[in-house]
């Protein structure tokens, strides 16, 4: 079968493209409301919001950055995966119920009934700066895939992958978001499995030859007992590490909180963020394997030249060996991929801005009609945002550390504040405090070095909630 990407390949690719976004426009019809907007009229069954959980956080960084790692290292970042099943559970216990009493929108709406309006403003900018940068690392993750399979410049591919996801976005919503996710969810996971396939198939003697040879190196080595506080992949710093991650991002981030409101129950959103895990779980092995065959594979059939970056080997891959029309399948599950995450960004980015600031600071009263249309531009403007900073990521290195790197800096500090809302004693100024002191002392540790990523959150919100106490005890004692 001929390889090489083709017409055949390019046809695939379109027909997915139009596919996602006629589907989007479709399931938006007879919005009324901004809660069926953002919340899909709280009517989503619990397992497609726990796809949905799952294909938001697999962009194309965990696509392409996951089987990297264990291309150039081994299955170490599965203790990080473990992490992030003990997170859930802790998010599940300790902060959903939470978002069901009283009727929100935002996580961020949560801060301002516990300690007022400038909190909540706070925390919900750190989500719109730390969500646009991390997720405009994602859309230049793909960018890099379509870079490799064609000439065209980082602009037009860019531009291609964010027209088709604004569209159906901007019309659907969160419904259309959530079931295009369940889709995309089966697109990419089935392309990786026929990737795996391939591979493989491609490797004299097969599954013995690969894994033995793979095994070999090191490649299926996941724990490392090291106590070294600069290295990002160890054992205590993927359990502790990924568990303080996974309580921010799962539990705080206006992305993940958002798909909790839309269930009609919170035993559903619950039992949909614990599933999420074990799926994510298998995911990220998934990938790992994906990227240690690969090892294998150029181990019998050497590279022409040195890449420059190891994210580009599965893209290689797929583009020079893969035959036609399988590439097509794995390029649309790499599409599917960024989509899934780049709709969820969006419409969350959107939901913040709308609630957190526009009906607070600009329009606090208006029609329901009135905010549906504010809620669509601000769809539109987040668009963007986010393309303008996935052409400024280009130099900021692997595309997989670069989006976890910014989002563990400030992270914390939201995290923190939280955890400070559970102590009646601290005022809304210690809280304050505590988030300047939280953020302000990761970019400095981000700046200086020393301190590997996944301790980043435990910092910060460490710091935040240290700084919180202290502030509101000494408060107490001078009024």
């Known amino acids: 079968m001929e390889q090489g990407f083709g017409s055949l390949d390019y046809g695939i690719v379109f027909i997915y493209l139009i596919f996602t976004t006629a589907l989007g426009i479709v399931l938006g019809r007879g919005q009324k409301n901004i809660q069926d907007y953002f919340l899909a009229a709280r009517k989503l069954p619990w397992w497609a919001i726990s796809g949905s959980i799952v294909a938001t956080e697999t962009s194309t960084l965990t696509f392409i950055g996951i089987p990297a790692l264990a291309y150039s290292g081994n299955f170490a970042f599965l203790q990080v995966a473990m992490g992030y099943l003990f997170g859930r559970v802790l998010v599940s216990l300790l902060l959903i119920p939470s978002y069901f009493k009283g009727e929100i929108q935002t996580a961020y709406q949560l801060l301002h009934s516990r300690f007022g309006l400038r909190t909540r403003t706070l925390s919900a900018g750190i989500f719109l700066i730390t969500r646009s940068f991390a997720d405009g690392v994602r ?16 602009l037009t591919t860019v531009a291609l992958i964010g027209l088709f996801t604004i569209v159906y976005t901007y019309y659907g919503g969160m419904v259309s978001v959530v079931w295009n996710d369940v889709i995309q969810l089966a697109i990419y996971l089935a392309g990786a499995l026929l990737a795996l396939w391939v591979v493989v198939n491609r490797v004299p003697g097969g599954w013995e030859s690969a894994s033995a040879l793979a095994a070999s190196a090191g490649k299926f080595q996941i724990f490392d007992f090291t106590l070294d506080a600069t290295t990002a992949l160890t054992f205590w710093a993927g359990i502790v590490g990924g568990t303080f991650l996974t309580l921010a991002t799962h539990g705080t981030d206006q992305m993940m909180v958002q798909r909790y409101l839309s269930c009609a129950r919170q035993r559903d959103s619950q ?19 994906l990227g240690a065959l690969l090892y294998a594979y150029y181990q019998h059939f050497p590279l022409g030249k040195p890449l420059e970056q190891a994210d580009r080997i599965f893209p290689t891959f797929i583009v020079q060996e893969m035959p036609q029309g399988v590439s097509g399948l794995v390029i649309a599950a790499i599409f599917a991929a960024a989509m899934s995450t780049l709709s969820s960004s969006l419409n969350s980015l959107s939901s913040s801005s709308l609630n957190d600031f526009y009906r607070i600071f600009w329009m606090r009263e208006a029609s329901e009609r009135h905010y549906l249309q504010v809620s669509r531009i601000l769809t539109l403007f987040w668009a963007g945002v986010l393309s303008v900073i996935a052409l400024m990521a280009r130099n900021w290195g692997s595309v997989l550390v670069s989006g976890l790197t910014i989002t563990s800096i400030t992270m914390g500090s939201v995290l923190g504040v939280f955890i400070l809302g559970f102590r009646k004693s601290v005022p809304q100024n210690a809280a304050l405090a505590g988030m300047a002191v939280g953020v302000g002392g990761m970019l400095v540790v981000q700046a200086i070095g020393g301190l590997a990523w996944t301790w980043y959150v435990l910092a910060g919100t460490s710091a935040t909630v240290l700084v919180g106490i202290v502030w509101g005890r000494m408060r107490s004692l001078n009024p």
């Open 139 to 154: 859309v230049y993750a793909t960018a890099l895939v379509l870079a490799v399979i064609t000439a065209w410049s980082d």
């Open 271 to 289: 039992l949909a963020l614990i599933v999420s895990g074990g799926v994510v779980f298998l995911q990220f092995a998934l990938f790992l394997l």
